[in-house]
């Protein structure tokens, strides 16, 4: 038997045994002493108590049915509502704090060293590539921190200054990076993850307005071997203003966590490096 004929046969056995008293009416009307309503004498009454009991045994029905019904409801076909919900996701926590600040010596490497003088003149040397490079002398920033003015040859006007930093290891110095005068780098900052392509943003002045740039990841030189890319942009001119530049670049996708970004110049006169800017960058 369907939930509809268990129904209708439910408020059929209800209503049949559902009526008033013979004198229930006239003693609810001799007590009021007024003249009953057409629409609430006895007649009447029991059909609204019947429909009014007919819909408690539907309720009934429809809650203890254990009978699957098609909906015959006016939603009948359409797709169910989805209730918007919103979740928070708490994101990992960033790369910056789980890669090393070094430039050089390259990270994971056993060389350390305990002289800054000696770890520039090495970034200078085994990194860019410059032959016969004058180191001077450390200017500190803090306790653990300071800077020292390199130069492609002790005669050359140009001064990279590179940045020098205390390691975690006890006495060692680490590069973090450097910035050349005529070089200056305004984005990517160091320490930002980047994609491919890089977009690159700053000011310059260099010969011939030309500007070398490259992508390394950590093992890396610039002196030679691979690189994730190689290239040159046009930058600002020669003349006594920076001009700005705004340029990009595609490079390889990476197998290290971080790396370098490295603008530098080269010289007229015998075509080694004489100035770098030098800036961690994290992959994404």
């Not at 038997?1 to 129904?7: F, G, I, W």
């Not at 009447?44 to 809650?63: E, I, N, Q």
């Not at 001064?159 to 006495?171: C, H, N, Q, S």
């Not at 015998?270 to 100035?275: A, E, F, K, R, S």
């Given at each position: 038997?369907?939930?509809?004929?268990?129904?209708r046969a439910a408020v059929e056995a209800r209503t049949d045994a559902v009526w008033p008293a013979p004198d229930g009416w006239e003693r609810i009307q001799s007590r009021l002493g007024r003249r009953?309503?057409?629409?609430?004498?006895?007649?009447?009454?029991?059909?609204?108590?019947?429909?009014?009991?007919?819909?408690?045994?539907?309720?009934?029905?429809?809650?203890t049915s254990d009978e699957e019904e098609p909906d015959r409801s006016i939603f009948a076909g359409q797709p169910p509502t989805t209730v918007a919900t919103t979740s928070t996701t708490l994101a990992p926590p960033t790369a910056d704090?789980?890669?090393?600040?070094?430039?050089?010596?390259?990270?994971?490497?056993?060389?350390?060293?305990?002289?800054?003088?000696?770890?520039?003149?090495?970034?200078?040397?085994?990194?860019?590539?410059?032959?016969?490079?004058?180191v001077g002398e450390l200017r500190e920033g803090g306790?653990?921190?300071?800077?020292?003015?390199?130069?492609?040859?002790?005669?050359?006007p140009l001064?990279?200054?590179?940045?020098?930093?205390?390691?975690?290891?006890?006495?060692a110095w680490i590069v973090t990076g450097a910035v050349a005068a005529n070089l200056q780098l305004e984005s990517p900052e160091p320490l930002t993850e980047v994609t491919s392509p890089l977009t690159i943003s700053g000011r310059s002045r260099t010969y011939e307005a030309t500007v070398n740039v490259a992508v390394l990841e950590d093992g890396q030189v610039l002196r030679e071997g691979p690189a994730l890319h190689k290239g040159f942009f046009t930058g600002g001119g020669g003349g006594v203003d920076l001009e700005p530049f705004d340029t990009s670049v595609e490079f390889d996708a990476p197998s290290e966590r971080a790396?370098?970004?490295?603008?530098?110049?080269?010289?007229?006169?015998?075509?080694?490096?004489?100035?770098a800017t030098v800036v961690r960058v994290v992959f994404d």
């Open positions: 038997m369907s939930a509809e004929d268990r129904l009953v309503p057409v629409w609430r004498r006895p007649f009447l009454l029991a059909p609204v108590a019947a429909a009014l009991l007919a819909g408690v045994v539907l309720a009934a029905v429809l809650l704090e789980e890669v090393s600040r070094a430039i050089w010596p390259t990270p994971g490497t056993s060389r350390s060293f305990d002289d800054p003088r000696a770890l520039v003149l090495s970034f200078a040397k085994e990194f860019l590539g410059m032959e016969n490079p004058a306790p653990d921190d300071g800077e020292i003015e390199l130069r492609p040859r002790a005669d050359s001064v990279t200054t590179v940045l020098v930093a205390r390691a975690d290891v006890p006495d790396g370098a970004l490295v603008l530098s110049t080269m010289s007229a006169e015998d075509g080694g490096l004489d100035q």
